[in-house]
């Protein structure tokens, strides 16, 4: 199976657009987010690296700020925008890394190469992100495994080939499965089971939701509502 590549500008729209319909109850989409991209290519191309809190600094110099860290970095507090002399003082022990930008675009193109062999249909959405369109997948490919064991095996493969971790989402509707992604960092994959939509929404922040600015984010949190109540 090789998919329909398809490029899709977050400044242009939502990804639903490049999609199907988002109202459409039999969707299968799943999103593929890569996990500190930044900071995993760099472990991914020096394994000494594994174990340790890592992160990538921006700037001409690449020691300005925060622009990648690690999972292991984000426990001492250091994350995106945080200088990288004040990363150094909450991890003495940690790494920085200076961008390797070519090396970052190669690795995301051989995890797409991968991803493409999955789906009739793939959106890239970023240099770490896309979409797949599995709603024809229960008819051709899932009465011989289930879609929980199809997305683990994309995972495993894409960390044994790169080196890369990847976090994954399962939904009816692009927009759902990138928030069932965010809700499965540090799990590896969600799954938002067709009819329980609402059931997955009402426990997650409107913080989540994309394309919120933090203004309006600011005046929604005020009202005790959860996600699932406002879609």
Known sequence: MVARRKQCRPEAGDAVACLLPMSARNNRILHIDGDSFFASCEIALDPKLE???????????????????????KKYGIKTGT???????????GVLCRPHYDAYRELSRQMFLILEQYAPTLVS?????????????????????????????IRKRILKETRLPVTAGLANSAKLAKLATDAAKGVGFIEVPPGREKDFLNDRPVQELSGIAKNRQRSLVRIPVAVGQRF
């Not at 174990?51 to 970095?73: C, H, Q, S, Y």
């Not at 979409?131 to 879609?147: I, Q």
Request: aromatic share 12%.
């Open 51 to 73: 174990g340790r809190p890592v992160w990538v600094g921006g700037g001409r110099r690449g020691d300005g700020i925060v622009i990648a860290a690690n999972r292991l970095a």
């Open 83 to 93: 200088a990288c002399f004040e990363a150094k003082r909450l991890c003495p022990s």
């Open 125 to 153: 959405y970023s240099i770490d992100e896309g979409f797949l369109d599995f709603s024809s997948m229960d008819t051709h490919v899932w009465r011989n495994t289930t879609p929980t064991d199809y997305v683990q095996g």
